[in-house]
């Protein structure tokens, strides 16, 4: 692997939060329709940073799982996910994300052991 290794990302919005917008992440990637979520006074009709944020933590751990998983010769059928952000207010009023909850279910491993030390990594 060589390093650094850069991920480039754009995006671009016109005025006003009722009004959704086109990130784009990588190189041959499909646009990623993005939008203020309902819970902020927007639309809700597209991904929220909150949304991307989640769904990052979650395929970073599956992209992660599978190269050290095929690295150490650990064979499993399927990997699968879902993730939960929690955004909470502090004794101060202040916003924060508080937790973020990934649930993971690997089928089909040909050594159990070995698959659960791994996702425990």
């Given amino acids: 692997m060589n390093t650094p290794m850069q991920f480039p990302a754009s995006a671009e ?3 006003g939060i009722n009004v959704d917008w086109s990130a784009h992440a990588s190189a041959g990637a499909s646009d990623l329709a993005c939008g203020i979520p309902k819970e902020f006074g927007g639309p809700g009709t597209g991904l929220s940073p909150e949304d991307l944020f989640i769904s990052a933590l979650l395929n970073c751990y599956i992209a992660t799982f599978k190269v050290i998983a095929q ?3 650990i064979e499993f059928a399927s990997i699968a996910g879902s993730g939960v952000l929690t955004l909470d207010k ?6 924060w994300f508080t937790e973020a909850l990934l649930k993971l279910q690997v089928t089909g491993a040909a050594n159990a ?3 659960q030390r791994l996702m425990e990594r």
């Fill in 13 to 15: 919005s016109k005025n």
């Fill in 71 to 73: 690295n150490s010769k």
């Fill in 90 to 95: 502090d004794a101060n009023g202040e916003t």
């Fill in 113 to 115: 052991e070995r698959t």
